[in-house]
């Protein structure tokens, strides 16, 4: 069992930037996934980024402008999201997926067990 607080969202203009945190209660670097998923109204949920031993994951829609790290000592997983566009705006999840040799492919959300609440990220135009 994990649970997932997300911190971070806000409004920004286009070309601005944001970083979302992710604190988890528990956190095993060698053995958990985290990852960053979003949705916009009328949308399907969608991921983002994540991260596994280091190794990072990402979309390609967000590639070059989102940077996920983690800090193992905080139990805290970051977002840091730059060169917003307005097609950015979404409710942004955090989730993990416990116990892995690997991190589940990103279009698998349904392999992430456990979500936050949710931070919503508004970009205007």
């Known amino acids: ?10 409004s920004v203009q286009a070309g ?12 095993t ?6 990852g960053w998923f979003r949705q916009a109204p009328g ?11 280091g190794n990072k994951y ?5 590639k070059g402008r989102f940077t996920i790290s983690q800090d193992s000592a905080k139990n805290t997983v970051y977002l840091q999201m ?3 566009k307005p ?17 589940p492919s990103l279009s698998r959300t349904g392999e992430f067990g456990y979500w936050g609440q949710g931070a919503q990220v508004t970009v205007s135009s």
């Open 87 to 103: 097609e950015d705006t979404a409710m942004y999840y955090c989730a993990a997926a416990l116990g892995r040799f690997s991190c």
């Open 29 to 34: 670097y060698h053995s958990d996934c985290i």
């Open 43 to 53: 949308k399907e949920r969608e991921g983002v980024a994540a991260i596994y031993r």
């Open 16 to 27: 601005g930037s944001l970083t979302l945190s992710c604190v988890a209660s528990r956190y």
């Open 82 to 84: 730059n060169s917003l």
């Open 58 to 62: 990402y979309d390609d829609s967000v």
């Open 1 to 10: 069992q994990v649970q997932l607080v997300e911190s971070g969202g806000g």
